[in-house]
């Protein structure tokens, strides 16, 4: 196996043009760059450079392994990377939890540049609602969640409220008998079947006396709904992105709802420092 030296200067000599130009970059003398390329012809058994004339060319097997030699050098320079993080305690995978009713421009932008600055750290991303995003964070199964702003929280977990918002309307699909009403009436919506979350910690929570049917996520809903089995509060921008034009909006007296959301994170195991610095982005 080739050393990181004798890689780097072939690679140098490369793309510099030179052997000697590649020793001044690489702060040694030109016999050394010289001598670590032969060395790597003879353990390849390739000719990496064609030396007949006075400034050395890639062979057609040089330009091909160059490409592997530098693709070894980024491969170390990552490996060394990490390592260094790790040991100044970067947690090896962040798991984040988030609610469907977020959906955040913000977000997008913050990964784009987490996945710039941390790219071997392992991120898991899990959807959930309500009690089992807070479930989620308590267990340790995810260090940070995104959570429809709740009245109170665990006094072992801590929050901190993110600018954004979103709005959370009623649906139907456009053959349900409620579709073609201009208005209506919330003692007529208790006339057909509810399409309500339910958390799979809490299933019964505040269930109502009128038909029922529940699911532990918007987009499960939104296809009940599609489906035309009742009406349901969904996300605006999940139906938005992915209803298909199969779902019509019901006017309804105090709909839509403005939803304010809350990062959430524990007090007794805090993210570690990328979690830290992707919720700092986040919370700006």
């Known amino acids: 196996m080739a050393s990181h030296e004798v890689l780097q200067a072939f690679v140098q000599a490369a793309t510099q043009g030179s052997f000697s130009a590649a020793a001044r970059k690489l702060g040694k003398s030109q016999s050394t760059v010289s001598a670590a390329v032969a060395s790597l012809e003879i353990d390849l058994n390739v000719v990496l450079f064609d030396r007949s004339s006075r400034k050395p060319t890639l062979t057609p097997a ?41 959906q955040s421009d913000r977000f997008e ?14 991120l898991e991303c899990l959807i ?27 006094p072992d977990l801590t929050f901190s409220p993110v600018e954004e918002r979103t709005e959370i309307a009623l649906f139907v699909s456009p053959g349900h008998p409620l579709a073609n009403l201009d208005k209506v009436h919330p003692h007529t919506l208790q006339q ?15 269930r109502g006396t009128q038909r029922v049917w529940s699911a532990p996520s918007y987009l499960m809903l939104m296809e009940m709904a599609q489906l035309g089995f009742g009406w349901a509060p969904i996300p605006r921008w999940l139906v938005e992105r992915f209803g298909g034009n ?11 709802r403005s939803v304010a959301v809350d990062a959430l994170w524990s007090r007794h195991q805090p993210p570690g420092p990328a979690g830290s610095w992707l919720l700092g982005k986040m919370l700006e």
């Open 62 to 102: 040089g330009q091909v392994l160059l490409q592997r030699a530098e693709q070894v050098l980024e491969a170390s320079s990552r490996l060394e990377l990490a390592a260094s993080q790790l040991s100044q305690g970067l947690e090896p995978k962040l798991s984040l939890a988030m609610s469907d009713t977020y």
């Open 109 to 122: 932008v913050a990964l784009s540049a987490f996945e710039q600055r941390y790219p071997d750290l392992e």
């Open 128 to 154: 959930a609602e309500c009690e089992d995003l807070i479930a989620l964070v308590q267990s340790g199964r995810a260090q940070i969640a995104f959570i429809e702003k709740q009245e109170a929280y665990p």
């Open 192 to 206: 057909h079947r509810e399409l309500r979350l339910a958390s799979i910690i809490s299933p019964n929570e505040n």
């Open 246 to 256: 199969q779902l019509v909006e019901l006017k309804v007296r105090s709909w839509p």
